[in-house]
């Protein structure tokens, strides 16, 4: 999980004086590579002391004009600010809960029947565990699995754990490092959220010891939503697909999302049109085919 301390550290490093028009004097070298504290502090209008308890975890007094003004000095862009607020409001030591399993609402499997299979569509819950596909998205993002395993909450398949633990979702996506990095920067979002949640901090200190790529994304201190993007695909069974993501956010479960995924050109559009089909024929017709007797030979 993330400190408040450690957010506001790493930002401030990212922000130079010079970017913000902050006049500098001397010849000495500056031993921070961003702003320093003293900086920060007359930027935001708070005293240097204040502003130290900030870092150290002292947020108790913290009002929503401070925050924001450190999240203007520090350019920070809408999604950051919610996440400069989430870690303000977390208790000083947070204490870890096992969170009950999640299940996707009614609503949200409704509306993924309606997608039919002609449009690939899976429900991630919080964590990025997958809580429902239908027949074309889990053909699409992950064949090599059971369809089945999103029905029972411990076999679920988990997307981070995907993208950074099995080979075969790695070579799935051409773009798998802007992707990666979304994965990572939208966990840590969620970590800001659920301070408390002992399987998310379980999956990040997983992910963390047996990922290299991982470990270095997350010390990047990257935060962003995951709204919509493009997926470049390499798929082991229709070839080159070219999707672009859209996530649409329930109301009845807000910390569930419904991933939907859109054609961005005729071939990939065809590409999706068989992978529909192959992966909502009937098994009878692909045993029909494979204990068909060959043609003769010449």
Known sequence: MESLGA????RRDQVTPAAI?????????????????????????????YYARLE?????TASEQVLDALARVLRLDPVETVHLHNLARQPARPGLSEPPPEEPHPRV?????????????????????????????HALVAEHLPFDAPR?????????????????????????????RVHVAYLRLTAGRFPTDA??????????????????????????????????????????VNVTYQVWLQPDSPDHRLEIYTPDDQTSTD???LLTHQSTAPLSLFLQKDLSPAPPLP
Not at 118 to 129: E, K, N, Q, S
Not at 214 to 221: D, R
């Open 21 to 49: 028009g902050l006049r500098t004097f001397g010849t000495a070298a500056r031993r921070v590579p961003g702003l320093r504290r003293e900086e920060l502090a007359q930027l935001a209008g708070v005293s240097v002391g």
């Open 199 to 240: 399987r998310l901090a379980e999956l990040i200190g997983e992910l963390t010891m047996r990922s290299d790529a991982f470990a270095s994304m997350w010390a990047a201190g990257e935060v962003a939503d995951c709204t919509v993007g493009p997926m470049r695909l390499r798929h082991p069974t229709v070839g080159a």
């Open 56 to 60: 150290q975890g002292h947020a108790e």
């Open 152 to 180: 029972e909450a411990t076999r679920r398949p988990s997307v981070p754990r995907m993208f950074f633990l099995d080979p075969l979702t790695r070579d799935l996506h051409r773009n798998w490092d802007e992707l990666a």
């Open 271 to 273: 590409a999706l049109r």
């Open 109 to 137: 499997l409704a509306l993924l029947r309606s997608l039919a299979d002609t449009t690939p569509a899976i429900v991630l819950g919080r964590r990025g565990d997958v809580l429902a596909w239908n027949r074309t998205g």
């Open 7 to 10: 957010f506001l550290k790493s």
